[in-house]
């Protein structure tokens, strides 16, 4: 199990980037997404207008919420599934424990849900002495090396072949084989048996469809659907906010999100489930229950502009699109949700206490809001948050950043930028002693008396900086350039 | 056309060649410049860092400065401080006064390649410089203000130079302001992604529309030994030689 959280992001960071197959992994896995999704919107000649039409469509459910969410529960229930609502991620797994021993299930097939990792819904059963197998096959890789996944919908992104051969032949006992057929068909075998096996069935939910109450589950590998299809009992784990008002809406969403998230047209499988199943003869679980999580989201609902993160449909763009991501891969986040979209939700998920560092993880560069499907506006939300971190005066943010500094600062250069003079005069000290550091016109490594200023030091460790100039470009305007 | 340079902090201070160049290359298509030297900084490094307060302040300052001006529209030779004004709105969304009067501002602001192919429908200014160059596009020019094809326009009429296309042109150099000494190694990793395209493009100059970004790609290259130079587009525009 990795321990990486949030708070530590700066070491996290450090060592991800010192690890060369983690960047090799990184970087030929974000490059082929990145292309592979350019490749599939450059097919519609009215992607903006989807995802116009897209972000039109969640911001009407997430003002409307409570409204879709009646009407979702209602025709949902009216096929027979049952519902159960969870104030966080405690409660969802205690209900979901419940479920399981009330049934006294012993063995569960799990398919690919970030909502479940968002609830460590895994560590909560095996607690309980329940054994879970996760059914996708990055997901199956994740579990056996006692990991967490490190991508929204590529769990496994962070290895290399050759590490998920040399785990396979570790765990599974295969003989060593970098063949990616063989790879893949041993997990299958292994895998068959346990859906086989399995008392339970539990999965995610992409979109909840609120005029039919119809679950919407895509994936590549089929192994969601006999999660969803052969143990007697269905548990699905949704956010609260996955709703969609009509069937039809699934049109526009449909071609955004695989072709966002992998570059497909279509996933291999799309799964729409409705109910229990109808009569005894008829294929399906028996019993469908939908537990419905909250964990944050209502808080993240009522305020106007963190509210569009809501509206993330998890389809793993951004963090490819990302430079950061791309170099760091996820597991530095310290979160379930890495990369931009996971620098906005996990802060707001699990308080600024201690995932402050995320929101300044960002050069702010734009990648994430361009590739967007739902045009969330991440950067905008990056600001506001950093914003709520240096206004938050509560004991617990205040202690956990080392601010002092930077918050005078920036009073200092605030008084600066005020007064002209103030500005001159501070341009001409910076050249007064800029005298010590400045050789062949430029500043390089910072030695001596330069290493007390951290951000001179953490500038020139790679690149030389350049030198206040000797005649600013006020005084050039004055004695050349004015009244020419 | 009467022109208002805003020329930011970081040119007036630490490469004044841009603010010459500028002024130079407005002149050379006609239009009146002025200078107004009460300006200093656009707030952006208190805003971008979270402290939304002193940016604030520092934008009213820079609001009120420009409105005195007569110009019919104010020009900065940098993306990052243009979208900064296109910003301003934001810090004033519960301030009805000051929204209007930051709205009316960002309404004249233009990034100066922009002014020019846009506003200006110029794209020739008379620039000579002989090598070979190549494009860098700065984030917040490219993704806030849509500049994408101007400088290219500009540079292609440059006489003399070679222009070739960058790999990945549009993605990041790792800068972002506070960003960059904040977490210096990430920054680093980004940047040397940028210079291996350099590198590859085998040029003598690397352009860009702001001098953040060349301060960063070019401290690397200098530190590297690199005889690539960075180069800001007006300075490129500005050569006739």
Redesign the interface.
Known sequence: MNHLTSETFDKNAKAALADSQLRGALRNATSLFGKRRLAATSQLTNWEDLRTKARTIKDDVLAHLDTYLEQFVANAESRGAKFHWARDAQEANAIILNLVKERNARTIVKSKSMTTEETHLNVALEGAGIQVVETDLGEYIIQLAHETPSHIIVPAIHKTKRQIAELFTEELGMPPTDDVDKLTSTAREKLRDRFAAADIGISGVNFGIAETGTILILENEGNIRLTTSLPRVHIAVMGIEKLLPRFADLDIFLKLLPRSGTGQRLTTYQSFITGTKIDKDSEGPEELHIVMLDNGRSRMLAHPVTRQSLACIRCGACLNACPVYQNIGGHAYGSVYPGPIGAVITPQLMGLEKTQQLPYASSLCGACREVCPVKIDIPRLLLHLRSEITENASPEVVQAKPKAGERLAFKLWKITMMKPWLYKLSAKMGRLFQGLVVKNGKIGPATGPARLAPPLVAWTSGRDLRPIEQQSFRELWKKDLAGK | MKVSLF?T?L??????S???SS?EVL?RVGCEVE?D?????C?Q??????????AR??AK?FIEIFEQSDADAIVSPSGSCTAMVHHYP?LFAEDPEWLKRSQSIAAKTHELSSFLVRVLKVDDVGATWNGRVTWHDA??G???LNVKSEPRALIKQVRGADFVELDNAD??C??????????????????D?KIEAIERAEVNAVVSGDASCL??I???L??KGSKVRVMHLAELLASQS
């Open positions: 020329v902090c040119v007036d201070q630490l490469w004044s841009v603010g010459a002024v002149r200078f030297d009460r300006q200093t900084c707030a490094p208190a805003f971008n860092t979270g402290y939304r307060k002193e302040e520092v300052r934001e984030c917040h490219l993704r806030d993605s990041c790792g800068f972002g302001g506070t960003f960059s000494v904040k977490y210096p190694e990430i920054s680093l990793a980004i940047l992604q301060m960063q070019g401290g690397r200098s530190r």
